[in-house]
């Protein structure tokens, strides 16, 4: 027990001064401001309204669509199934900037309508991952019952199997719904100062006005919407809810004619949503001048039109790529020793709640945005024992914190889904906890692990609303390169901005088959 708890201080140590400190200072500026003012302004109220309820119809949206795709890409088996898998995973990894990117190339379109289709982009591979993985570990046996008994699919699906998915929908909801309430960089771009939300406003209040009080009042608002939406979440789905399945229980049948609806409804979004959107950017990237060609590619060596950039765009690439190596590596090592000990077995009521109560401190992260972390550390980091704001580790050290609980969603699910009778034998056989984590459960779940390691480097790559506030000079990444880039007028910046785009949706999708491609290890 004792070992336990010292394991525990590391990782709590971590979340604790580099998290949780800068969230309580943003917390006792917005209550010392005059908060209740600032929120009943017309500007304020406008923004509030917006992002609540475009991140709720997104959300419905992308439920809608996404179960019939779980259905379809996790109930049932077909060719080219983990091609389709990786394929629709692409958006959900991809920088939040590139996605705004490549909905700004329909410009014809109304705003709010393009910031709604690009959340659902993006989540719909939530969903259909949440509910798939679920999904595809259920027994048939209730819906062969179902059949037998008279039941169609739509019926036994309303009446049988969404009430078993219960726990994933609410998950998946909740996540979906948290992720289009802090988006930034997508209402940022296609809002084009027209449409704020809650985060455009944090970032307008911190740089342009220098209001740090209403910033932090604003911050204080997202953390308490996050808070809301974890706590009705964690009330309905009593057992922690992952986005990737171990093993699947049963070989899936085929699809039949019966599955038609479903498939035409998922073929439909897959290319229409997912696919032509990221086909039309891949065309532009290789246009310069109304002809193929590579010089778009060629450019990214200089600093753009009337040498715009401070760096080029190669070395904001060896500074994303050392920054998503050390932010990867905390990510997954904490998030791996978080997820061990919240899967260690819990009997009495006490141990319960208080492994609940961790695993919510861990998560937590994930509904606070970059934004909201990044003004924080501007305020809390820039000097004391801890000046981490003039360091360039700021920025891999915000990314290890929002990709933490995405691996610990990975990885702790996967280790509770696989029992504890293994450790059970593999004490009996004289192994010690390290000995079985080492040679049994992070063999079992190995493709999960690998999972969380590729969605931890995509995430740091992709990072933007912090590195907008934190990132500067010779520091700058791709995606705040991107963004300088994509508001400057000019042909010669577009293309080279396209280019990098392309580079970085070719370079996930790389990435998610890689660890797709694998296949996942059966129980023995």
């Known amino acids: 027990m004792n070992k336990r708890v010292w394991l525990w201080a590391t990782p709590i140590l971590f979340v604790s001064v580099l998290f949780y400190l800068p969230l309580l ?140 998915l219960k726990p994933a929908i609410v998950s998946a909801a909740a996540l979906t719904f948290l992720f289009c309430s802090s988006s930034y960089g997508i209402i940022l771009i296609l809002g084009g100062g027209q449409v704020q939300s809650v985060e455009t ?32 979440s964690e009330a309905i789905a009593k057992h922690p809810i992952g986005i990737e399945q171990v093993h699947e229980s049963t070989r ?95 009997r009495t009521r006490r141990a319960k709640f208080s492994n609940r109560t961790l695993d919510l401190l861990f998560l937590i992260p994930v509904g606070i945005s970059s934004v909201v972390l990044g003004f924080g550390y501007l305020i809390t980091f820039g000097g004391g024992p801890l000046p981490l704001r003039a360091s360039w580790l700021v920025v891999p050290i915000v990314q290890a914190l929002m990709a933490l609980p995405l691996v610990i969603r990975l990885i702790y699910p996967a280790l509770i889904s696989i029992g504890a009778e293994h450790r059970e034998a593999a004490s009996l056989a004289g192994a010690n906890s390290r000995q079985t984590w080492w040679h049994i459960e992070s063999g079992i779940i190995r493709n999960v692990i690998l999972t969380a390691i590729g969605f931890a480097l995509i995430a740091g790559i992709g990072e933007f609303g912090a590195a907008s506030l934190l990132a500067f000079g010779d520091q700058a990444t791709l995606p705040t390169v991107l963004f300088a880039l994509i508001s400057r007028p000019g042909a010669l910046n577009y293309g080279m901005a396209m280019a990098v785009c392309a580079i970085l949706i070719v370079l996930t999708f790389v990435l998610v088959f890689s660890v797709s491609a694998q296949r996942p290890r059966r129980r023995r």
């Not at 959900?92 to 329909?106: D, G, N, R």
């Not at 970032?203 to 997202?222: C, E, H, K, V």
Request: hydrophobic share 55%.
């Open 252 to 346: 899936k049948p085929r699809i039949d004619s019966r599955d038609w609806p479903a498939v035409t409804i998922t073929a439909f979004v897959i290319l229409g949503l997912v696919f032509t959107p990221m086909l039309v950017l891949l065309s532009k990237a290789f246009t310069f001048d109304g002809a193929l060609s590579l010089q778009n590619f060629i450019n990214l060596a200089g600093r753009g039109d009337r040498d715009l950039l401070n760096i080029s765009v190669w070395q904001a690439t060896l500074n994303t790529l050392r920054n998503v190596a050390i932010s990867a590596s905390l990510a997954v090592g904490f998030g791996s020793l978080v997820s061990y000990l919240l899967s260690r077995t819990h």
């Open 25 to 164: 200072k943003i917390i006792g500026l917005g209550l010392s401001a005059n908060w209740y003012e600032i929120y009943f302004e017309p500007a304020t109220l406008k923004a509030i309204w917006f992002t609540l309820w475009q991140a709720a119809v997104s959300t419905a949206i992308a439920l809608l669509i996404g179960v019939p795709g779980a259905y379809i890409l996790y109930r049932k088996q077909f060719f080219g199934q983990r091609i389709v898998r990786a394929l629709i995973t692409v958006p959900l990894v991809l920088p939040t900037i590139v996605v705004a990117i490549i909905f700004a190339s329909f410009r014809g379109l109304p705003a709010i309508p393009l910031i709604i289709a690009a959340h659902v982009f993006i989540n719909y591979s939530l969903v259909v991952r949440t509910l798939g993985g679920v999904w595809a570990t259920m027994d048939n046996e209730t819906e062969e019952a179902a059949a037998l008994a008279g039941a169609g699919r739509l019926r036994t699906l309303i009446a049988v199997t969404l009430p078993q």
């Open 201 to 232: 406003e944090i970032a307008s209040a911190a740089l342009q006005f220098l209001d740090l009080n209403r910033a932090a009042a604003l911050a204080l608002l997202q953390t308490a919407i996050t808070v809301i939406a974890f706590s009705i």
